[in-house]
């Protein structure tokens, strides 16, 4: 019973090991609320920084029913990134895949705190939040208990 338990669980994750790394794609629109020298000084750091992809009403909104609607894209073997700052009336957030998206050298597959943060993982629409429960990343967890007991 456990060797078919633990083939089930090979051949659940077995596509996601093969398939690409699907990111949400998308940059959140800046609130009219903050003065346009703010927005300048935003725009030069993030182009410094990122190729941002196109913005979207919901990018910021990851707890809204809606916002599965949000841009998807196919990252090869790739990762995908979430890039958070939130301070007073600044809310931004960018998400994408690391390749396309950073401008500096490959980043760490890890979350960093404060503001502006930056959060790496490879798992299927893994930058939806800063913490990943994707079914792949559940399974392999049920594997190694399996192997493990």
């Given amino acids: 019973m456990l060797i078919f338990f633990n083939v089930f669980l090979f051949l659940f994750t077995l596509p996601h090991l093969i398939v ?39 990018c910021a909104l990851s707890d809204d029913i809606e916002f599965r609607i949000v841009q998807q894209i196919d990252c090869g073997d790739d990762r995908c990134v979430l890039v958070k700052a939130f301070e007073k009336n600044l809310h931004f957030v960018m998400r994408g895949c690391e390749k396309s998206l950073s401008r500096v050298a490959p980043l760490e597959p890890s979350c960093t705190t404060g503001s502006p943060s930056v959060c790496v993982c490879e798992s299927d629409l893994c ?22 007991w």
Avoid: G, Q, W
């Fill in 127 to 148: 930058n939806h939040s800063p913490i990943s429960n994707s079914p792949a990343n559940i399974a392999l967890i049920l594997l190694f208990i399996a192997f493990m």
């Fill in 20 to 58: 690409s790394t699907r990111c949400y794609f998308c940059t959140s629109m800046l609130s009219s609320d903050i003065d346009d020298s703010a927005k300048e000084a935003m725009k030069n750091l993030v182009y410094t920084n990122f190729n941002p992809p196109p913005t979207h009403e919901l």
